[in-house]
């Protein structure tokens, strides 16, 4: 039987054993009196988290609106991909992790009317880029039914935990990048369906959003493994996001209701005036925004460790924010500030 290459270290050990310690309380949370209202708001964070990874400038708030069949303004595209997102979270209980037609299934659905081949393996190559370039070049077109098949078996056929088959599973899933597009969304639900064997509270634990808060990590995580041939760099990364998310959410009090406005962390400095009139433009971007309002001399790495966000994802807020008009940069990156040029 083929095997992917990993290694299992001391940490991973640990923290299998310290999440394991955490399911049972979360479960029992998702029973309490409000955890139905509580399993939508999870799911609302899973698919604007994981089509966010991807770019989708789409909030929390217009993914809510249209899982509750609300009009939405923006690009259609973006809202193609929410529509397909939920579609194919609907699916989660009917898919079977170990079937491979499974997989092919969710992706026709996650794809559908996106790409040409949704459903279907890639048939010429593909690379990821970075913002240096080329990051990764994945295996030939005429390699990827073949890795599918042998790691489809492994998956079934391993002893290891489902915890690390999991983990194992999303980085050879990412590294063979069988789809011409969305291997990243298919591949985070994917880990999650995994984990869904489990425990079924993965179906409503939102791993993608601790992802997203920490994007940057999640690539380090798989160029790590990358570079290393092996994915325990990767597993280390992803157990102890599941560590995280699960002591996140131990016992912790839900919302009245979803978000309608503007966010709790940026309250007052965003008019809604100016979010009505950009609704196409992401919370994760108005809070870009607040922060320069408040202090137009801020870095972009200071935005970064005030968010939660990669430094990459403040530069490509600051791009959308320029594009729009809504700020422009005054003297030179090094002792310039930025300023707003419309105050709502």
Not at 73 to 92: D, F, G
Not at 216 to 231: E, F, L, V
Not at 244 to 261: F, M, N, R
Request: glycine share 6%; hydrophobic share 40%; net charge neutral.
């Amino acid at each position: 039987m083929y095997t992917p290459p990993f290694t299992i270290s001391a940490k991973a050990v640990n923290l299998i054993a310290e999440i394991a310690g955490m399911i049972e309380r979360y479960a029992i949370r998702l029973e309490q009196e409000d955890g139905l209202r509580l399993r939508k708001v999870n799911r609302i964070k899973t698919i604007h988290s994981s089509l966010a990874i991807e770019g989708n400038s789409l909030s929390e708030t217009q993914v809510s609106d249209i899982i509750d069949g609300k009009t939405v303004v923006a690009p259609i595209r973006q809202i193609q991909e929410v529509k397909n997102a939920i579609k194919t979270y609907e699916l989660y209980p009917t898919l079977d992790a170990f079937q491979e037609k499974d997989l092919l299934k969710a992706h026709g659905v996650m794809m559908q009317a996106l790409v040409d081949d949704a459903g279907c393996y890639r048939s010429g190559g593909v690379g990821v880029f970075g913002e240096k370039g080329l990051v990764h070049l994945a295996p030939p077109a005429d390699r990827v039914p073949m890795l599918m098949r042998d790691l489809f078996s492994w998956l079934k056929q391993s002893k290891d935990h489902l915890l690390i088959r999991s983990c194992v599973f999303h980085y050879e899933f990412e590294f063979i990048h069988p789809f011409v597009d969305g291997n990243g969304r298919t591949g985070r639900l994917w880990q999650s369906l995994i984990l869904g064997k489990l425990h079924p509270l993965f179906e409503h634990l939102p791993v993608e959003n601790m992802v997203y808060a920490n994007q940057q990590s999640y690539y380090d995580a798989i160029t790590a493994s990358t570079n290393a041939g092996q994915s325990g760099p990767f597993i280390d990364f992803m157990l102890d996001e599941i560590y995280k998310t699960l002591k996140a959410h131990q016992g912790e009090p839900l919302p009245d209701k979803v978000p309608e406005s503007v966010p709790n962390k940026t309250p007052n400095k965003v008019p809604n005036k100016l979010r009505n009139k950009h609704p196409e433009l992401s919370d994760a971007v108005w809070d870009v925004y607040a922060l320069i309002k408040q202090t137009p001399n801020i870095t972009s790495n200071e935005m970064g460790q005030a968010l939660g966000i990669s430094d990459r994802m403040v530069r490509k807020h600051i791009s959308v924010l320029r594009d729009t008009g809504l700020i422009v940069r005054v003297g030179s990156n090094k002792t310039g500030y930025w300023r707003i040029t419309i105050n709502g």
